[in-house]
Nanobody, 117 residues
């Protein structure tokens, strides 16, 4: 199984980025998908979660109203649309697949997001 993130980079405050996470090697639609982030010197933080069908989403308070998680089960891909970015959004963003019945899952390698002028 593999998760490969892409779409990170350098963006100015107030800007937007869309992260993608391409999955392979497992039944994608059976897994809850999550985006986490880890800023330098801080613990990893859960940012957003989406159910297997895409019908249910949750967000951390710090990103609610600015970030949108979505998935395309036909493409085995989950996305994180990030708008109105702030300097405090600077972090490495990780994609995570979680099989809810067992708690097992997979992690991507991360993609760096830097919000700076």
């Amino acid at each position: 199984a593999q998760l490969v993130e892409s779409g990170g980079g350098l963006v100015q405050p107030g800007g937007s980025l869309r992260l993608s996470c391409a999955a392979s090697g497992f039944t994608f639609s059976s897994y809850v998908m999550r985006w986490h982030r880890q800023a330098p010197g801080k613990e990893r933080e859960l940012v957003a979660t989406i159910s297997g069908t895409g019908g249910s989403t949750t967000y951390a308070d710090s990103v609610k109203g600015r970030f949108t998680i979505s998935r395309d089960n036909a493409k085995n891909t989950v996305y994180l649309q990030m708008n109105s970015l702030k300097s405090e959004d600077t972090a490495v963003y990780y994609c995570n697949a979680l099989y809810a019945l067992t708690g097992n899952g997979y992690w991507g390698q991360g993609t760096q997001v830097i919000v700076s002028s």
